[in-house]
């Protein structure tokens, strides 16, 4: 299983990008898929997560600004953030878990004030 994630950059204080993470399987029958993040000296924290027929979850740090989605057809899941702050600095990961996790290779968030 490889999970391929993009979209992450440079953005200014306010600003909003979209992550991508293509998997190389079909994420029909995945029931678990998150996003995470690791900031600089930092542990990788969950930032969202998406259980099959239950309703996203956040963590209160980006409830409200980040929306984890998933297109089965394609086999990609996303991770739309507004608002976005400097706090939110960080590589972000896609996960899945298939009796075991899965992670992509990261993808470099940056936010400027």
């Known amino acids: 299983v490889q999970l391929q994630a993009s979209g992450g950059g440079l953005v200014q204080a306010g600003g909003s990008l979209r992550l991508s993470c293509t998997a190389s399987i079909n994420i029909d029958t995945i029931n678990a898929m998150a996003w995470y993040r690791q900031a600089p000296g930092k542990q990788r924290e969950p930032v969202a997560l998406?259980?099959?027929?239950?309703?996203?979850t956040y963590p209160d740090s980006v409830k409200g600004r980040f929306t984890i989605s998933r297109d089965n057809a394609k086999n990609t899941m996303y991770l739309q953030m507004n608002s976005l702050k400097p706090e939110d600095t960080a590589v972000y990961y896609c996960n899945i878990f298939i009796f075991r996790d899965y992670w992509g290779q990261g993808t470099q968030v940056t936010v400027s004030s």
């Open positions: 998406i259980l099959s027929g239950r309703s996203p």
